[in-house]
């Protein structure tokens, strides 16, 4: 939007309240049919003016956005939308980090979380799912207690992706090095060199608070892959450079 058509919409929505909230979260879930998006489709090779009396000025991607940008405004007014925003997180947002979603969550604040922490423990939830609301979690930038025990009950639950994740997560917060050093020196050596390579940057993120992990990292300079051997330099040297071999 532009600067004045924001302005003008923020005044609407500060007027109108959370009375625009059943029609922000429609919008949001709003589901054009197969001919509708077919329509879209080929609207894509018409010039602009063409294309708006096709599709009409709203489009179904602009109400999204509408919605979007309608929800942020209204902030913590918007509370009572968290379970659409986190429906429309579970049907859509697998698979990635939940943007503009989380944006939105966070814009609302802290009330957004119990639902996602929820997700993230239900054993009952598929493991895609459970590692899913690990990355909102991360994406709303936003760490409380309740937050951070629930991660670090993570570590010792039974799905390995979702308690590397959650480890991801408290070291890229340097939070609870007690519990997530252990873990992560547990797993670095991981069959999969991309997963070592993100552990050992996990484990570098606490600086010299990881000085336990140094003789695991010490290990690492002989990896078969060149990157890890790396990477487990670059560690060291952050954590202690003075005991590299020479």
Known sequence: MHSETEAEAAVALNAIGTNALPWLTKWLLYEPSKLKLKMIELSERLPTRMRNVVLGNHSSYSRGE???????????????AIPVLIRSLVVHGVGNDGWPITEVLASIGEESLPPLVAIMTNS????????????????????NSFVTSNLVACLHGAETEVARQAAYVLAGAQLEPEAVLPFLTNVVHHTNSNIRLT??????????AAHSALPTLLELLKDSDLRVRRAATDAVIKIDRSILPQ
């Open 66 to 80: 509408l919605a979007i940008h309608g929800l942020m405004l209204l902030g913590r007014q918007a509370r009572p």
């Open 124 to 143: 009952a939830n598929s493991p895609q799912l459970r590692a899913a609301a690990v990355f909102w979690i991360e994406s709303m930038h936003i760490t």
């Open 199 to 208: 552990v050992i940057d996990s484990i570098s993120q606490y600086g010299i």
